[in-house]
Protein backbone atom coordinates (compact mmCIF):
# COMPACT_ATOMS: atom_id res chain seq x y z
CA UNK A 1 0.00 0.00 0.00
CA UNK A 2 1.41 3.61 -1.03
CA UNK A 3 2.55 5.56 1.88
CA UNK A 4 0.14 8.60 0.55
CA UNK A 5 -3.16 8.31 -0.81
CA UNK A 6 -2.63 11.24 -3.47
CA UNK A 7 0.72 12.68 -5.07
CA UNK A 8 1.36 14.82 -7.34
CA UNK A 9 5.09 15.17 -8.58
CA UNK A 10 6.32 18.28 -10.74
CA UNK A 11 2.73 19.11 -11.89
CA UNK A 12 2.41 21.52 -13.90
CA UNK A 13 -0.38 23.79 -16.24
CA UNK A 14 0.31 26.07 -18.84
CA UNK A 15 -2.45 28.52 -20.56
CA UNK A 16 0.03 29.86 -23.30
CA UNK A 17 2.48 31.67 -21.81
CA UNK A 18 1.22 32.18 -18.34
CA UNK A 19 1.57 28.84 -15.69
CA UNK A 20 -1.57 28.50 -13.71
CA UNK A 21 0.76 25.56 -11.41
CA UNK A 22 4.29 25.19 -11.91
CA UNK A 23 6.31 21.98 -10.59
CA UNK A 24 3.68 21.51 -7.53
CA UNK A 25 4.71 18.27 -5.33
CA UNK A 26 2.12 17.63 -3.06
CA UNK A 27 1.67 14.44 -0.59
CA UNK A 28 -1.70 14.12 0.90
CA UNK A 29 -1.22 11.32 3.49
CA UNK A 30 -4.09 8.97 3.69
CA UNK A 31 -6.87 9.70 6.44
CA UNK A 32 -5.33 13.12 6.91
CA UNK A 33 -7.17 16.15 6.31
CA UNK A 34 -4.96 18.05 4.08
CA UNK A 35 -5.32 22.02 3.04
CA UNK A 36 -4.57 23.70 0.17
CA UNK A 37 -4.48 27.68 0.75
CA UNK A 38 -3.57 30.79 -1.03
CA UNK A 39 -3.87 34.18 -1.81
CA UNK A 40 -6.63 34.46 -5.09
CA UNK A 41 -4.60 33.61 -7.97
CA UNK A 42 -2.31 31.17 -6.79
CA UNK A 43 -3.57 28.33 -8.39
CA UNK A 44 -5.96 26.52 -5.98
CA UNK A 45 -9.04 26.01 -8.29
CA UNK A 46 -6.30 25.34 -11.10
CA UNK A 47 -4.92 22.26 -9.17
CA UNK A 48 -8.24 20.59 -8.26
CA UNK A 49 -9.30 20.89 -11.95
CA UNK A 50 -6.21 18.94 -12.39
CA UNK A 51 -6.76 16.06 -10.12
CA UNK A 52 -10.23 15.78 -11.69
CA UNK A 53 -9.17 16.43 -15.48
CA UNK A 54 -11.05 19.15 -15.93
CA UNK A 55 -7.50 20.31 -17.32
CA UNK A 56 -4.96 18.11 -18.79
CA UNK A 57 -1.26 18.74 -17.17
CA UNK A 58 1.21 20.62 -19.26
CA UNK A 59 3.66 18.22 -17.32
CA UNK A 60 4.27 16.18 -14.29
CA UNK A 61 2.06 13.39 -12.59
CA UNK A 62 -0.78 12.62 -10.96
CA UNK A 63 -0.73 9.46 -8.43
CA UNK A 64 -2.65 7.79 -6.69
CA UNK A 65 -2.79 4.72 -3.98
CA UNK A 66 0.66 4.34 -5.92
CA UNK A 67 -0.70 4.03 -9.65
CA UNK A 68 -0.18 6.61 -11.85
CA UNK A 69 -3.53 8.67 -13.08
CA UNK A 70 -2.01 11.37 -14.88
CA UNK A 71 -3.89 10.17 -18.24
CA UNK A 72 -6.61 9.08 -16.85
CA UNK A 73 -10.24 9.88 -17.82
CA UNK A 74 -12.57 12.07 -15.50
CA UNK A 75 -15.11 9.30 -15.42
CA UNK A 76 -11.81 6.89 -14.41
CA UNK A 77 -11.21 8.94 -11.87
CA UNK A 78 -14.49 9.00 -10.24
CA UNK A 79 -14.49 5.16 -10.36
CA UNK A 80 -11.63 4.80 -8.46
CA UNK A 81 -12.93 6.60 -5.64
CA UNK A 82 -11.99 10.40 -6.26
CA UNK A 83 -15.03 12.59 -5.64
CA UNK A 84 -15.35 16.42 -5.87
CA UNK A 85 -17.93 17.97 -3.53
CA UNK A 86 -19.88 21.49 -4.03
CA UNK A 87 -17.98 22.69 -7.31
CA UNK A 88 -19.55 20.19 -9.11
CA UNK A 89 -22.15 18.02 -6.98
CA UNK A 90 -25.59 19.81 -7.62
CA UNK A 91 -28.78 18.98 -5.27
CA UNK A 92 -32.92 18.89 -7.71
CA UNK A 93 -34.29 21.54 -6.33
CA UNK A 94 -37.66 20.51 -6.58
CA UNK A 95 -36.84 17.01 -5.26
CA UNK A 96 -37.70 16.44 -1.75
CA UNK A 97 -33.90 15.66 0.45
CA UNK A 98 -34.14 11.97 0.97
CA UNK A 99 -34.72 11.57 -3.22
CA UNK A 100 -31.93 13.78 -3.37
CA UNK A 101 -29.85 11.21 -1.75
CA UNK A 102 -31.79 8.17 -3.74
CA UNK A 103 -31.00 9.47 -6.59
CA UNK A 104 -27.02 9.67 -5.65
CA UNK A 105 -27.17 6.22 -4.38
CA UNK A 106 -28.65 4.58 -7.70
CA UNK A 107 -25.81 3.16 -8.50
CA UNK A 108 -25.49 0.84 -6.44
CA UNK A 109 -28.75 -0.56 -7.96
CA UNK A 110 -26.87 -0.06 -11.26
CA UNK A 111 -29.45 2.75 -12.51
CA UNK A 112 -27.34 5.47 -11.77
CA UNK A 113 -28.18 7.43 -15.05
CA UNK A 114 -32.13 5.83 -15.30
CA UNK A 115 -34.06 8.89 -14.02
CA UNK A 116 -37.18 7.61 -15.53
CA UNK A 117 -36.94 4.74 -13.07
CA UNK A 118 -40.03 4.08 -10.97
CA UNK A 119 -40.09 5.74 -7.81
CA UNK A 120 -40.99 2.43 -6.15
CA UNK A 121 -38.16 0.87 -7.54
CA UNK A 122 -35.82 3.22 -5.52
CA UNK A 123 -38.13 2.25 -2.38
CA UNK A 124 -35.54 -0.55 -1.10
CA UNK A 125 -33.03 2.67 -0.65
CA UNK A 126 -34.70 4.67 1.59
CA UNK A 127 -33.22 2.98 4.66
CA UNK A 128 -29.43 4.24 3.91
CA UNK A 129 -30.95 7.40 2.03
CA UNK A 130 -32.46 8.28 5.99
CA UNK A 131 -29.29 7.09 7.19
CA UNK A 132 -27.13 9.16 5.45
CA UNK A 133 -29.08 12.55 5.93
CA UNK A 134 -28.83 10.97 9.83
CA UNK A 135 -25.09 11.27 9.78
CA UNK A 136 -25.26 14.75 8.13
CA UNK A 137 -27.57 16.16 10.65
CA UNK A 138 -30.87 16.08 7.65
CA UNK A 139 -33.03 13.66 8.86
CA UNK A 140 -35.83 15.58 9.81
CA UNK A 141 -35.74 17.91 6.95
CA UNK A 142 -36.29 14.17 4.37
CA UNK A 143 -39.56 15.49 2.75
CA UNK A 144 -38.78 18.97 2.22
CA UNK A 145 -37.98 20.62 -0.88
CA UNK A 146 -34.43 20.81 -1.63
CA UNK A 147 -34.73 24.53 -2.74
CA UNK A 148 -36.50 25.36 0.70
CA UNK A 149 -33.44 24.54 2.63
CA UNK A 150 -31.05 27.40 3.73
CA UNK A 151 -27.64 28.14 1.84
CA UNK A 152 -25.73 25.85 4.40
CA UNK A 153 -28.48 22.85 4.82
CA UNK A 154 -28.28 22.36 0.99
CA UNK A 155 -24.41 22.30 0.92
CA UNK A 156 -25.07 19.56 3.62
CA UNK A 157 -27.13 18.18 1.61
CA UNK A 158 -24.41 18.14 -1.24
CA UNK A 159 -21.76 16.46 1.30
CA UNK A 160 -24.58 14.11 1.49
CA UNK A 161 -25.39 13.20 -2.00
CA UNK A 162 -21.45 12.84 -2.13
CA UNK A 163 -21.00 10.81 1.00
CA UNK A 164 -23.82 8.45 -1.07
CA UNK A 165 -20.82 7.19 -3.53
CA UNK A 166 -18.51 6.55 -0.60
CA UNK A 167 -15.70 8.34 -1.56
CA UNK A 168 -12.55 7.05 -0.35
CA UNK A 169 -10.81 10.65 -1.44
CA UNK A 170 -12.93 13.57 -1.14
CA UNK A 171 -12.15 16.84 -2.53
CA UNK A 172 -13.75 19.91 -0.87
CA UNK A 173 -13.81 22.99 -2.79
CA UNK A 174 -14.80 25.82 -0.20
CA UNK A 175 -17.11 24.41 1.37
CA UNK A 176 -17.55 27.08 3.67
CA UNK A 177 -17.98 29.71 1.78
CA UNK A 178 -20.98 32.40 1.75
CA UNK A 179 -21.88 30.67 5.15
CA UNK A 180 -23.08 32.43 8.25
CA UNK A 181 -21.41 31.31 11.79
CA UNK A 182 -23.75 28.97 12.72
CA UNK A 183 -23.39 27.39 9.59
CA UNK A 184 -19.86 26.82 9.22
CA UNK A 185 -19.82 25.75 12.63
CA UNK A 186 -22.24 22.80 11.63
CA UNK A 187 -20.03 22.13 8.29
CA UNK A 188 -17.10 22.24 10.52
CA UNK A 189 -18.42 19.10 12.75
CA UNK A 190 -19.49 17.84 9.75
CA UNK A 191 -16.47 17.70 7.78
CA UNK A 192 -14.40 15.89 11.24
CA UNK A 193 -16.87 13.20 11.04
CA UNK A 194 -17.08 12.20 7.46
CA UNK A 195 -12.92 12.29 7.73
CA UNK A 196 -13.11 9.40 9.30
CA UNK A 197 -11.95 6.51 7.36
CA UNK A 198 -11.25 8.74 4.00
CA UNK A 199 -8.66 11.22 3.24
CA UNK A 200 -9.77 14.91 2.66
CA UNK A 201 -8.04 17.24 0.73
CA UNK A 202 -9.64 20.89 1.15
CA UNK A 203 -9.58 24.17 -0.71
CA UNK A 204 -11.01 26.99 1.75
CA UNK A 205 -10.25 30.23 2.66
CA UNK A 206 -11.66 30.72 6.38
CA UNK A 207 -8.55 30.70 8.11
CA UNK A 208 -10.55 29.15 11.56
CA UNK A 209 -11.75 26.11 9.47
CA UNK A 210 -8.15 25.26 8.25
CA UNK A 211 -6.84 25.37 11.85
CA UNK A 212 -9.10 23.36 13.39
CA UNK A 213 -9.71 20.87 10.47
CA UNK A 214 -6.08 20.23 9.15
CA UNK A 215 -3.22 18.00 9.86
CA UNK A 216 -1.32 19.42 7.03
CA UNK A 217 -1.61 22.87 5.17
CA UNK A 218 0.44 23.61 1.24
CA UNK A 219 0.45 27.30 1.09
CA UNK A 220 -0.09 27.95 -2.75
CA UNK A 221 1.64 31.21 -4.51
CA UNK A 222 1.66 32.33 -8.17
CA UNK A 223 0.78 28.48 -8.41
CA UNK A 224 4.27 27.14 -6.70
CA UNK A 225 4.15 26.11 -3.59
CA UNK A 226 5.57 28.50 -0.94
CA UNK A 227 4.96 26.60 2.57
CA UNK A 228 3.92 23.41 3.89
CA UNK A 229 3.23 22.51 7.33
CA UNK A 230 0.98 22.43 10.38
CA UNK A 231 -0.92 25.63 11.22
CA UNK A 232 1.26 26.52 13.32
CA UNK A 233 4.04 26.30 11.19
CA UNK A 234 2.95 27.96 8.38
CA UNK A 235 0.91 30.86 10.36
CA UNK A 236 4.54 31.92 11.63
CA UNK A 237 5.91 32.15 8.44
CA UNK A 238 7.20 35.06 7.45
CA UNK A 239 6.68 34.56 3.48
CA UNK A 240 3.71 33.30 4.28
CA UNK A 241 1.99 36.29 6.37
CA UNK A 242 3.97 38.29 3.45
CA UNK A 243 2.29 36.65 0.49
CA UNK A 244 -1.28 36.12 2.10
CA UNK A 245 -2.03 38.80 4.03
CA UNK A 246 0.24 41.53 2.74
CA UNK A 247 2.57 41.13 6.30
CA UNK A 248 -0.54 40.56 8.55
CA UNK A 249 -1.14 37.78 10.79
CA UNK A 250 -3.01 34.93 9.35
CA UNK A 251 -5.95 34.05 10.99
CA UNK A 252 -10.08 34.35 10.11
CA UNK A 253 -11.50 34.59 7.12
CA UNK A 254 -9.02 36.66 4.61
CA UNK A 255 -8.02 35.41 1.49
Known sequence: MAAHALETRGLTKAFGG?????????????????ALIGPNGAGKTTFFNLLTKVHKPTGGRILYEGADITAESSAAIARRGIVRSFQISATFPHMSVRDNVRVALQRRLGTQYRFWQSSRSLAVLDDEAMRLLADVGLAEAAEAQAADLSYGRKRTLEIATTLALDPPLLLLDEPTQGMAI??????????????????????????????????????????????????????????????????????????
Open 182 to 255: DDVDRIKRLIRRIAEGRTILMVEHNMSVVADLCDTITVLQRGEILAEGSYAEVSRDPAVRAAYLGGGHLGGTHG
Open 18 to 34: FTAVRDVDLAVRRHAIH
